[in-house]
């Protein structure tokens, strides 16, 4: 698994900045996270590294998740161990906890479409199975897919960087970092309801030993809403790890909801 750069969570997090202000500037930036304009220049030049100090200052002025600012830390001290031992123990900890959001960021803004379509995924996925020989047919079988769309799924994804085509022509899952700009809320959107429909229509064709809903209704307060997603962020990437490890038969989809049921009256 390649390790992401740093620089390009802080390269993503001023692009983001600037789209929204376009005369936002690196100066600006430097500023706000603290870091004088020559050493940010410097440092997404990779002519100067950051400080596991200066790391968490960086962290403490960005209003990132929680699951951004560990990345991050991570990834700084990486960088910065001079021993082999420690560079694998941590390499292994970013891969455990951390795998599903590298692999998110490589989806370019041109190729939403992988986003907003639930099949991508999960042919990518259907790759790690243990019995999974590169038979393109037996994934459209497996999916309740046509051959088309499987073929299409695949060149999209291998123009992505997400899979590689062997000399075989059977498709292999990459581990790459791609930093890329921000995807649209309506591909997210679309990704969400679609999953949510095969949810429903999992309801009545699958046998509830092989699947678990359950539903919790509270009153609560929007306060509470950024440590709510922060711990069930955790929760998805510790569960991902378990059912990851091991023996791979079968494909599972996990969709979490929180969502308000009231509304604001006038």
Same mark, same amino acid.
């Given at each position: 698994m390649d390790i992401p750069n740093y620089r390009s969570l802080l390269l993503d997090e001023y692009l983001s900045r600037k789209k929204k202000n376009?005369?936002?500037?690196?100066?600006?930036?430097?500023?706000?996270?603290?870091?004088?304009?020559?050493?940010?220049?410097?440092?997404?030049n990779c002519k100067r590294k950051l400080s596991e100090k200066a790391a968490y200052s960086?962290?403490?002025?960005?209003?990132?998740?929680?699951?951004?600012?560990?990345?991050?830390? =991570?990834?700084?001290r990486h960088?910065? @161990?001079?021993?082999e031992s420690e560079k694998k123990k941590i390499t292994e900890e970013i891969k455990a906890n951390f795998s599903s959001e590298l692999i998110f960021k490589q989806i370019a803004l041109k190729h939403e479409k992988i986003i907003s379509e639930w099949?991508?995924?999960a042919i990518l996925e259907m790759t790690q199975l243990d019995k999974f020989t590169g038979d393109k047919n037996w994934l459209a079988k497996k999916l309740g897919l046509t051959l088309a769309t499987v073929e299409s799924s695949l060149n999209q994804l291998e123009q992505v960087g997400l899979i590689t085509i062997e000399d075989s022509g059977a498709p292999k899952k990459n581990d790459a970092y791609i930093t890329t700009p921000e995807v649209s809320s309506?591909? =997210?959107?679309?990704?969400?309801k679609q @999953?949510?429909?095969?949810?429903?229509k999992a309801i009545d064709e699958q046998p509830i030993d092989t699947r678990d809903y359950s539903e919790v209704i509270m009153a609560s307060s929007p306060e509470k809403l950024k440590v709510a997603k922060e711990m069930i962020a955790d929760f998805r990437r510790k569960l991902m790890y378990f059912l990851e490890s091991g023996e791979k038969t079968q494909l599972y989809s996990l969709n979490i909801q929180l969502f308000r049921l009231d509304r604001d009256i006038t």
């Open positions: 376009p005369s936002y500037s690196k100066r600006a930036f430097s500023r706000d996270i603290g870091l004088s304009p020559a050493f940010l220049s410097q440092l997404l960086v962290c403490d002025l960005l209003d990132w998740p929680k699951s951004t600012q560990d990345l991050f830390l =991570l990834i700084v960088e910065l @161990c001079s021993h099949h991508h995924f309506d591909a =997210l959107k679309n990704g969400h @999953c949510i429909q095969l949810a429903m």
